[in-house]
C-alpha cells in the first residue's frame, strides 16, 4: 500500500518561536523515522506528509494515498486532534485511529467522563470551571485535583495540582485559566496506584496489549506524574508490570471499558488510577487494592519507540515495535472495503 504519515514534528514549531511546554505532545525526528522505517519494513510505500496545513496543501494539490497513518494532535482549539482525520474524511481518504468525533470528545477530559461514567465504567467526579465564577460552586471533597480540560503529556499538572482547601483550589484554577486559555477540571483526587493501559484494535477486536504501573522512586518528594517528570521519567519513576490477579483484571476491564465506551479505533494508551478504598491496610499492594478509577485516554500516543509509553509497556509485554505498529495498521486496514 502507498501510506501517508502525517505528524507534528517539535523542532518546526520551536524554530517558529514556540515554548517547549506549548509542543510537548509533538514528534520528534526519532519517531517519526521509526515510523516511517518500520511502516516501509512491513512491505508499504510511505510518503511523509507532514502537519495537518501541509496535508491541506497535497490535498488541494490532488495528492492521494491508500491510507494515512496519522499522529499528528493540531496545535489550536479543543478539537485541534479531529482536523487531520475531518480532513481525510473530506476526502474520503482511509487513515489510522480514531475519528473525528472520538478525537475532539476524548481531548476534552469532561466531556470523555461523562462518557465513560454513562458507560457503567468508574471515574472520579469531577466539575470544570470555565470562569472565576464557577470556582465557588465546586461542590467536591477535599483533596482535589486540578488540571487544564484539553491537554495532554501532563501540560498544566504538577505538585500544586493536589490542592488541599479553597485558597488552593481558587489559586490552582485562576493560573490554569489564565494559562492556557480554557476550562479548568477539577476531579476528585484519587490516593491509589497508578497504571497506563495499551490498547490496540477496535470494537470487539480491541484487546489489552500490556499495562505497566507507575511508581516513583521518591514518593515524600510527590507522585504527580506531570510534564517535568514524564519529559525525564528515568531520574523520577519506574515501571512496573502487576502480576496476573484481581488488581490487574479490574484495571484492564476498566481501561477496555473506557476505549469501548468512547469508540476509540486502532490504538489508545488509558491512564487508570486506583481510589482509596482500602488504603488503611498494612499492604495495599495485596488484595485490598482500591477500586480502578478512569481517569483519561489518548487515542494518539506516542510512538517514540524508547521513550513513549505505549513502545514500553508493548516491550515489556514482549511485543516488538514493528509487531505494535503491525497491530494498529492491521486493525486500520481490516477497516477498509
Not at 475532539?104 to 462518557?115: C, E
Not at 482535589?144 to 505538585?159: D, H, M, Y
Not at 506531570?226 to 508490570?241: A, G, L, M, N, P
Request: proline share 6%; charged share 20%.
Amino acid at each position: 500500500m502507498h501510506i501517508g504519515l502525517t505528524y507534528d514534528l517539535r523542532r518546526d514549531y520551536l524554530a517558529e518561536g514556540f515554548s517547549p511546554e506549548a509542543t510537548a505532545e509533538f514528534d520528534a525526528d526519532e519517531t517519526i523515522d521509526a515510523l516511517a522505517a518500520t511502516i516501509a519494513a512491513c512491505g508499504h510505500t510511505v510518503t511523509r506528509i507532514g502537519h495537518g496545513r501541509a496535508l491541506a496543501h497535497c490535498l488541494v494539490a490532488g495528492a492521494r494515498w491508500d491510507m494515512v497513518f496519522n499522529v499528528a494532535e493540531g496545535m489550536y482549539g479543543r478539537a485541534r486532534e479531529a482536523q487531520v482525520p475531518a480532513l481525510l474524511e473530506l476526502y474520503n481518504i482511509p487513515y489510522v485511529g480514531s475519528d473525528p468525533l472520538v478525537c475532539a470528545a476524548t481531548l476534552d477530559k469532561a466531556v470523555a467522563k461523562t462518557l465513560v461514567r454513562a458507560a457503567g465504567v468508574h471515574t472520579p467526579a469531577c466539575a470544570v470551571v470555565r470562569s472565576a465564577a464557577d470556582i465557588p460552586r465546586v461542590q467536591l471533597p477535599f483533596p482535589l485535583f486540578v488540571k487544564p480540560v484539553a491537554e495532554g503529556t501532563g501540560k498544566g499538572i504538577g505538585q500544586a495540582s493536589r490542592v488541599t482547601d479553597a485558597a488552593q483550589l481558587r489559586h490552582m484554577c485562576m493560573e490554569l485559566l489564565g494559562q492556557f486559555q480554557q476550562p479548568v477540571l477539577v476531579e476528585e483526587f484519587l490516593p491509589g496506584r497508578e497504571f497506563t493501559v495499551g490498547i490496540v484494535g477496535t470494537g470487539a477486536q480491541a484487546r489489552v496489549i500490556g499495562l505497566m504501573e507507575i511508581v516513583f522512586f521518591n514518593a515524600a518528594a510527590g507522585t504527580i506524574y506531570s510534564y517535568d517528570v514524564k519529559e525525564t521519567w528515568e531520574q523520577h519513576v519506574r515501571y512496573e508490570v502487576p502480576p496476573p490477579g484481581a488488581l490487574r483484571a479490574d484495571v484492564e476491564a476498566t481501561a477496555l471499558g473506557a476505549f469501548r465506551a468512547l469508540e476509540c479505533r486502532d490504538m489508545a494508551r488509558v491512564d487508570v488510577r486506583l481510589d482509596g478504598r482500602d488504603m488503611a491496610r498494612v499492604d495495599v499492594r495485596l488484595d485490598g487494592h482500591g477500586q480502578a478509577h478512569f481517569i483519561e485516554v489518548n487515542p494518539l500516543p506516542g510512538l517514540h519507540p524508547g521513550h513513549s509509553d505505549l513502545p514500553i509497556l508493548a516491550g515489556m509485554a514482549g511485543m516488538t515495535y514493528p509487531a505494535l505498529l503491525g497491530a494498529i495498521l492491521n486493525s486500520a486496514i481490516a477497516r477498509l472495503p
